[in-house]
């Protein structure tokens, strides 16, 4: 059974820096492409980031392009994301998922197999 942990969020001000990092087991880590959702307050959830099984490709949201890094360990079977410059906008529950079978890097929710249960990044003005 493939499980997804998400760790890191926690209550920053706008304009700090903080990393996510979600840890899988129970499946080819190395095989999947990997993305962060977010979904805030009484919104629907929406794409973040997307990075592909190798970590050569690499997929950003418009509003996060330039302040948001994916990045992969495949050694630790672990996904990150560095966020600079948080803006209080960015406050939402933050889901990382997995596409399994080396699939390509997407924005769209159903393309992915396997979902963490998320955490919390509160951005306070």
């Known amino acids: 059974q493939v499980q997804l942990v998400e760790s890191g969020g926690g209550s920053v001000q706008a304009g700090d820096s903080l990393s996510l990092s979600c840890a899988v087991s129970?499946?080819?880590?190395?095989?999947?492409?990997m993305g962060w959702f977010r979904q805030a307050p009484g919104k629907e959830r929406e794409f973040v980031a997307a990075?592909?099984?190798?970590?050569?490709?690499?997929y950003y949201a418009d509003s996060v392009k330039g302040r948001f890094t994916i990045s992969r360990d495949n050694a630790k079977n672990t996904v990150f994301q560095q966020m600079n410059s948080l803006k209080p906008e960015d406050t939402a529950v933050y889901y990382c998922?997995?596409?399994?079978?080396?699939?390509?890097?997407?924005?769209?929710?159903?393309?992915?197999?396997?979902w963490g249960q998320g955490t919390q990044v509160p951005v306070a003005s």
């Open positions: 129970g499946g080819r880590f190395s095989s999947y492409a």
């Open positions: 998922a997995a596409e399994k079978f080396y699939g390509v890097v997407q924005n769209s929710q159903s393309g992915y197999d396997y």
């Open positions: 990075i592909s099984y190798s970590g050569q490709s690499t």
